[in-house]
C-alpha cells in the first residue's frame, strides 16, 4: 500500500501544473519608485505579458574539435666549423668539424662524417669531429643524421675547405 502511495505522489510532484502557465504578473512603483512585481493587481499596476516560453538556451555540442597533432619539424644538419670555402693551416693535418642540429638534438640520433664523400668511421651521438693526418690541399665534408633505426634523415650542404700544411719540398 505504501509503494503504490508513494508511485502517486510522485506523479502528481512531476506532472506540470496548467494553471501556473496561466498566472498574471502586475507591477507597480511604491512610494520610493522602486518596482514591485505581482500576482494580484493593484491600483495604477500594469499587467506585464510575458513569452510561454522559458528562456532557455538551445544545447551545444559537447564534443572538442579534433587536434591535429603538429607536424614533426624537419632535421636540420650544417657544418659550423670549418666555414664554406674556408681555409684550416695546421701542419699536422688536424681538422676539428664542428656541426650544427635542428631542432635539439635527440636521445638516439646519430651522425657520421664524409670527407671527400667516403665516411670517417661509424656514426656518432655528437656532431664534433676530428679528423687526422687530412692532406693538403681541397676538400670536401658532409654530415649526414640517422635516426633510432639506422635510417638517414637529413644531411648538410656540403661545405669545402681548404687545408695549408708545409711542404716537404717547399717547408717555406
Known amino acids: ?3 503504490v502511495l508513494f508511485i502517486l505522489i510522485m506523479l502528481l510532484c512531476t506532472t506540470p501544473l496548467p494553471a501556473q502557465e496561466n498566472k498574471k504578473v502586475f507591477v507597480t512603483r511604491d512610494a520610493n519608485g522602486v518596482l514591485v512585481f505581482s500576482d494580484s493587481p493593484q491600483p495604477g499596476a500594469e499587467e506585464l505579458t510575458l513569452s510561454s516560453r522559458a528562456n532557455i538556451m538551445a544545447a551545444t555540442d559537447p564534443t572538442l574539435p579534433v ?9 636540420k644538419v650544417e657544418i659550423v666549423q670549418p666555414e664554406e670555402q674556408g681555409t684550416v693551416r695546421d701542419n ?7 656541426g650544427k642540429i635542428s631542432p635539439m ?51 648538410s650542404p ?7 700544411r708545409t711542404s716537404v719540398i717547399s717547408p717555406n
Request: glycine share 8%.
Open 92 to 98: 699536422t693535418g688536424s681538422v676539428y668539424v664542428s
Open 158 to 164: 656540403v661545405t669545402t675547405f681548404y687545408l695549408h
Open 105 to 155: 638534438f635527440e636521445r638516439g640520433l646519430r651522425v657520421r662524417l664524409l670527407l671527400d664523400g667516403k665516411p670517417q668511421g661509424e656514426p656518432q651521438n655528437n656532431a664534433v669531429f676530428i679528423l687526422r693526418d687530412v692532406h693538403r690541399g681541397e676538400h670536401k665534408l658532409q654530415m649526414e643524421l640517422f635516426d633510432q633505426s639506422g635510417k638517414l634523415i637529413a644531411t
Open 67 to 75: 587536434r591535429k597533432a603538429p607536424a614533426a619539424e624537419p632535421f
Open 1 to 3: 500500500m505504501n509503494k
